[in-house]
């Protein structure tokens, strides 16, 4: 088994643990329709996608500026979703 081999295997593994996590969210989502959830469900989705990105496209460095966009634009959704959550039950 070859060190890129482990490593895409490894990837698949990372993007199927954040495809669980988006589908449980997702979950509580249409249970109690709090945006919150809708938030991650849509992080972790995009998570995923980027981790999925970078394995099938066979790039071993996460530096790489347009997948690295993915998973900046997933934890900024985190943080917005989180403020709007606290601005809500302030208010």
Do not use: H
């Not at 249409?30 to 469900?41: D, I, S, V, W």
């Not at 966009?69 to 403020?83: Q, S, T």
């Amino acid at each position: 088994m070859t060190l890129m081999t482990l490593y895409d295997f490894l990837s698949g593994a990372v993007a199927l643990g954040f495809a669980t996590c988006a589908l449980f969210f997702l979950r509580f989502w249409r249970r109690t329709r709090e945006e919150l959830f809708l938030a991650f469900a849509l992080a972790f989705f995009l998570l995923g996608l980027g981790q999925t990105v970078l394995a099938l496209a066979n790039i071993p460095t996460e530096e790489r500026g347009s997948i690295y966009l993915l998973r900046l634009a997933a934890f900024l959704l985190i943080l917005v979703a989180i403020y709007r959550k606290n601005r809500q039950t302030a208010a």
